[in-house]
């Protein structure tokens, strides 16, 4: 089965124990993590070969870094080892009305200095079926735009689906372009993204029609009229209760048709971080071994994204019977012997 | 007060760090539990004398194993160290909706390998007035069955009082018999048996009677029937919310008469392995030192496994004050000081 | 700004990990608290200059203690360390049904042997405009109900405003006085006080006149009436739901008015110790800093308190903007980036 | 095959994890011993029916010292579980030129409060033939002096062998009695002692004649005439390089002939506490199981105390055939598989 | 470069913290290796690309174990995973005069239980060099000796350098072949063996010539003329001074030609566990790179070897450039920033 | 008594638990450090009033790092709270003949950025008696060379004694400026300096006379006369065995006389780093309380400067009694109870 390409930073997470606040840690957990290398991760697990090209520094971190997801069975041999720092996050996990927090210190990475010719696009997406980015990536550095750029006018010429997850975040965009400049050449070449209304409006001007109870299914369908080539928008719905008891649903909108799965309540949240990259990778997975069958699909996606709220760290280390499992309604946790 | 006395397999319980999947563990929690070695060392924390037989390996880890016993006061005197293997398990524990999982490594154990000729079962029971066991030990090997039939034997020529918990565990049986051959010579010995509608249909092939909606009842009926030494038939029944939220009911057919508890709710759970031994302890402290009186036995019983599922391993760790202080009601988990 | 200044006992406490029992303990994690220290370690979070008076051992664990607060940033320059021993608590952590459950060791602290004559209070309120005490402190000895008498003294005579947290505790009163003698006098200089309506009958004799509904301001009639220097009197009423999930609301009643919080739901509770501490320092700093408004004080002392039980040890390590946060509705608790 | 009885206090050792200072530790490792009840511990393990005789306060804390010496199979039924508090040390572990470091908190504990005629020693010493007790016992308070003495008389009553390890610690006496008058008395009763040069000096006044070289037996000559019970004195000699590094020596005088054992280094000392416990542990196994051969008793003595040094805790966990080994010269600490 | 593969047994190894006995152990350390993987390790660490083969049973341990492996960059394409139960070995890590010991519980494994018909061995041996196999393998089970056999003359056949550590343990051949019997047809088809002279004796009857000094050279020099295709034989010779210090001299002998290096102390001894293997690895590292120069292959090897006692776990963790630093005299532990 | 002023960068340092390689850590260490800040937390256990002024990241790491010297009671009250992140450094502890190594992240740090204007050196140094600076500082950034200057002429300005580590590391000065024009301005304003001959060599082109033995001794003198103000020099002479086995001896050069200690050795190694700013701590604490005797104050330093190789962590957390105890011979590690 041809492999499932990603691209991006992958950063190490650092976080005290249990619920700890960060100024009482004398210990730190140690996870690596990447919105996109996440999704290569967790397709592994799935069974879908994946591999995931980035940058890291020449030191022990990077090798850390890269054998995290070597493990797991992420095809790693496009990485490239030059610069000096590996990115980091802080990461505090919160409880009950106490919310998790995260202390980024991820500026003048190893990855955020990368060159885009390091990276030979045909070489990397050459058994490769699929590319799958975020919004990230481009927001951390011109060079890493550039990346970004390049591989996906690799994918489209050589015909390869490519994904996006859009995840706008604002104070990320820091050396001097706007994403509102910069991410709709590159959302122009996916054929299926993840988008929520505040990323829509914030980066591409695009409001529900006003009036429309169904403002997702409105944003959509604007969001294809202005990108055309994007057949498939997804996105979960948070209905956040507290820290710990987190409920969602996935919604698709599908070259016209809207679909909607039942909600997840997930009590206690374990880990929080990564669940959006586990609901793109089992819509990944879905998309591929379901015939494309959306609904199922989307079912798969938003059953993957619950039991990730149940896993330490941030990739999904699930299998696809695991998922099934769950996605055959199998959501009271029995005992497994 | 004359002791209880249990028969039966003590495993090494290894268990990654709190919700750590098996696959990410870098060390694991050790524990020891067996399902009738649980009871005697609940009925140890209760106050109530208990001693238990069985076997293990002449090594470090059988006797850490029957260590971890004689800590908590139970008798093992009567145990052999004789053989090769502890039998091991490995638990990850769930949550929310990922159950906890159980691999088992426990084939050719120091147990499975006894020879029944080692166990003087007049000599064990001396100053017993119960024995209990359960559907596990029959299960492992034709050695181990015979002992349990030894032990029954003898128990009944002491006039003894024996109960069992059938537990059917398909998978287990593999040494050449089956249990519907087994077990129904061995439940004939016992007064008190634990069994769901499952384990009955599944060992002796009874069914509650069509229509009837007390399906426990019809089916206890007819156990009582075919075994007419079976006087009390016991049982928890479980909602199970999640891996993280149980709620249970203790349910008790006593020669016609039917009782049942109002359930607990159990959020968030703790560790649910040994729910039901400490449900069984429970019930045999309740009949020893209640005059027999069923309805508070049971609600002993009930109380005492909710409150299992708070604490940490196979083994009750409470006191009978602690269960009587829930079966009182105090169930908002007061601060103590 | 004008410091707060605390008197009283500071402790070790050891507990299990996790929800580990106290007999299952191979290693205890050490924090250190007090009720007065409490909070003005809360309070120099927050951001208001704090002190604290109190007495250690001359060893290495009464340094431990004084550095666990000077770390904070409460000035502990007016501690004496003389004596042999510091006050231990043990505390086991419930879960669910079962309540955590605490095994005091604090006979014959440093603290109990103090000597009044060590503490200079004119010297050390030289600065303060507050002094806040609780009822802990003069029920552990003679000579440590005469320094609280002597700091109230002087308090008085410096015209700072005085609070206390009366907090009755029957066994604590060991050394041959009553509460019911001592405490009428030392609450009868205080300006703010936390009572229930338990405390109030207990200590003074006070109960809310019949018939009436609203029990709590008819008790606070009364205090108010008994001891006229009294102006509020706040408190929290604790629905507890199960040792994981507390409901809390605050009160305040305000020179004849009534003010009342909606609850905070905290599921799960992570550390329920300090819940109350963590109250009056937010209600101290709500009053220092909200010119005076009694519903802004008494909302910012109820959220403060909220937010304690999210937080591991005996202090409230949270910001005033943390706590703003809270008060301004943010209960889900979304990830902050 | 008769027991051997240790009666004496048991208290719960915290000590920060590696080599942290104390006021370092946010967690501390938790174990239990006493000077006596090793030595039983230590038997126990050897294979030598041992039983302990001692008072714990009726709390977790007591439970959990007297599970933990009951794991180790010492007969802990002749312990009472009375008054309050269990006594504690603080151990700071030190390394290379920083020598390791305790804080005693042990005033007032259950057992310095014991009421000696709580100890039924007729029963107790019903089955044994050994008692040993340690000079710390009778320096704790006056009731636990009486404790000794009553233990002491029913021992020789009933022709059972007597042991004592003098240890003089000058600052324990603090309960209004000298040990100089308290321990003559008692020392008499002795059979065998372990004493230094400078115990006896400083409890009996006896100092070894001038210009004798062989100080050690000087001494024991002098002892000897002066409690004509003891036959025979052993000591071990330190020369302690470093809190990293001992070497031992082990020395007995056996009426009139002098044995010495080459010397073991230990590089590292993983634990010292319980070195000389080890040693009279391993004296009192090798006079019984070696045909009251002196020289090769104190061998076995010297090895087991050897080996504690490289075991964590206060108790001597090791079996005959360890010890053996290390006497047949197996010093070099080859993998064993 | 053409790759170096390896074939055998894979477990996990389960160890108490520092220098615990197993009897103390409340949590274990997880670490996982195989006497001939761990060379594949190490060499891939080195930056020699390496492959295994190997079989584990098809549950989370058998993929943590080939996770752990392919974390190092280790190729696993060729492992199969069928079979029930993971090989598990227990290791207590000794200190001082107290050494290291081991349970093993690795009977019936699903490498035992191997179809020596999984392996095709033209596949797995196409891009390779180099095939490393040792005596433990076909002392498992008569498939896993079968299965060697197969390897060793595919590689043959493909004119593939083998190398083999012949590492006789007695209690290993349980299977009803002798070791005797099996060895000498597997050992005539290597070229470089690791073999010390007990080994020689045992398996091969080859006792070193009386009166010779040199009794390596001449068990080396009879072990050629039997197994003609042997050209090199390789050994370290261990002084062990104590469990925690260890001196090392790696010997060589090649075609009549005696190399030896100077000894290098190791103090202390983090973990000796894979000693033996790290010194292969470092000699096929040495062969491969250094143009065949034995005595630069000798000190790499003994450079490797000295670092994996400083290394936790089975697997040495270190690079070709770390063991050029030793080799070129650092040894003295200097602070690198 | 006037306070010891330091000014400079503290760092994060995080370390994987024991010996284990960055590579394999889960979890690291947390601690915190900076080479003159180790010096006034040091000089604090001492006894000595201390401050420190630098400058840290406006977060949760930057409070953190402050309030673990604001523990150590130095006071932090000139520190500022603005810019991005905290400079960390990763820390492997090596063992026997593999050494320690250091991952450096510090790049662009908050205190790198520093403004020099932010610092009011007349105010800071107000009750100070002594300024002690070291040349990592003016290495990290133009400004953070400009207020090392500020800091040094207001010494100068109000006869406040200076000293200086000038501890050169080449590859630290990265910012368009060389050590060989910035240091000897700065240097120029010492009375004490640590140098070493490389240093001298490096910085300032002093080569120690040719022919001469005591090499010291002559670019003592050298620096001496380049720099008139300096009076005394020292260093430590370390004769490193391996990573865990140091050996040093304290050097002083004073106005022309020399002294040397006896060395001390240091077998293990507990934590090697922060081992020289605990010397020049040492050194200023007995210059200011020995009457400046200068053999005394070196033996002083020279024997804290070895007890902190025994501690966990940057800072030398000793007692001046601990050190005198050391100073007077006791380093054979005897147990102190």
């Known amino acids: 089965m041809k492999k499932v ?10 976080s005290p124990p249990l619920n700890l606040r960060l100024t009482q840690a ?21 069974g879908q070969p994946a591999a995931h090209a980035g940058c890291f520094p020449d030191n022990d971190l990077g090798r850390a870094a890269s054998q995290h997801f070597q493990r797991l069975g992420v095809d790693m041999q496009h990485c ?71 591989a996906i006018q690799a994918a489209r010429r050589l015909g390869i689906t490519v994904s996006a997850d859009v995840n706008y975040r604002r104070n990320l965009w820091q050396y001097g372009q706007k994403a509102q400049d910069v991410m709709p050449e590159l959302v122009a070449g996916c054929d299926v993204v993840v988008c929520t209304e505040g990323d829509a409006e914030d980066l591409f001007g695009i409001r529900p029609e006003e009036g429309r109870e169904d403002r997702f299914v409105s944003m959509c369908e604007q969001l294809q009229q202005r990108f055309p080539q994007i057949k498939q928008v997804i996105a979960t719905r948070r209905e956040t209760q507290s820290a710990s008891h987190e409920r969602i649903r996935g919604l698709l909108y599908d070259q016209g048709a809207y679909h909607e799965t039942t909600p997840y309540d997930i009590v206690p949240v374990v ?10 990778s089992g819509f990944i997975y879905g998309w591929l071994h379901f ?20 896993i330490v760290g941030d990739i999904n280390l699930v299998t696809a019977a695991e998922v099934e499992h769950i996605v055959q309604g199998n959501v009271t946790g029995r005992l497994l012997r």
């Open 5 to 14: 390409v990603t691209f991006g930073e992958i950063m190490m997470r650092l």
């Open 26 to 46: 004398n210990n730190l957990d140690v996870n690596y993590g990447g919105g996109d290398a996440n999704v290569a991760a967790a397709l592994a697990q799935l």
């Open 80 to 150: 490239v080892f030059r610069g000096e720092r590996l990115g980091l996050y802080f990461l505090e996990v919160g409880a009950s009305l106490r919310g998790s927090k995260i202390v980024y210190d991820r500026a003048d990475s190893a990855f955020a200095n990368l060159d885009p010719t390091w990276f030979n696009w045909d070489e990397i997406l050459k058994d490769a079926q699929w590319l799958h980015w975020t919004g990230i990536t481009p927001a951390i550095s011109a060079s890493a735009a550039q990346a970004t750029r390049d």
């Open 271 to 280: 880990d929080r971080i990564g669940g959006g990259d586990s609901f793109i």
């Open 291 to 310: 015939a494309q069958d959306p609904a199922r699909a989307l079912g798969f996606a938003t059953a993957a994204s619950a039991l990730k709220h149940t």
